[in-house]
């Protein structure tokens, strides 16, 4: 599967964004997809995922409450929604797939497709 992330940009903090992910390929429904992010000298880390039909979320501690993860079947496309924005949040953000996770996994090698990524920046 092929996956190309937009919607990231410049924000101001306490604003909102909504990234895109749209994937080709093998058909979308039978991936697991998640959101990673990497802030300079940081781990690159999991933010939030879902399952095949859009229940079995996982948000980080660091974003619960204040980012949704969601997916459009049908248009092949997972989204996470990202309100109240700050200037921590500033990081490039990186869409997930993979075939064979039923649960969600933290560890960035627990997911075999990456889209490009799309960096996020928050000014404050």
């Known amino acids: 599967v092929q996956l190309q992330a937009s919607g990231g940009g410049l924000v101001q903090a306490g604003g909102s964004l909504r990234l895109s992910c749209t994937a080709s390929?093998?058909?979308?429904?039978?991936?697991?997809m998640g959101w990673f992010r990497q802030a300079p000298g940081k781990e690159r880390e999991l933010l939030a995922a879902i399952g095949r039909s859009g229940g079995n979320t996982y948000y980080a501690d660091s974003v619960k409450g204040r980012f949704t993860i969601s997916r459009d079947n049908a248009k092949n496309t997972v989204y996470l929604q990202m309100n109240s924005l700050k200037s921590e949040d500033t990081a490039v953000y990186y869409c997930v797939a993979d075939d064979r996770l039923i649960t969600p996994r933290r560890a960035r090698d627990e997911y075999d497709y990456w889209g490009q990524g799309t960096l996020v920046t928050v000014s404050s």
């Open positions: 390929g093998r058909t979308f429904s039978s991936y697991f």
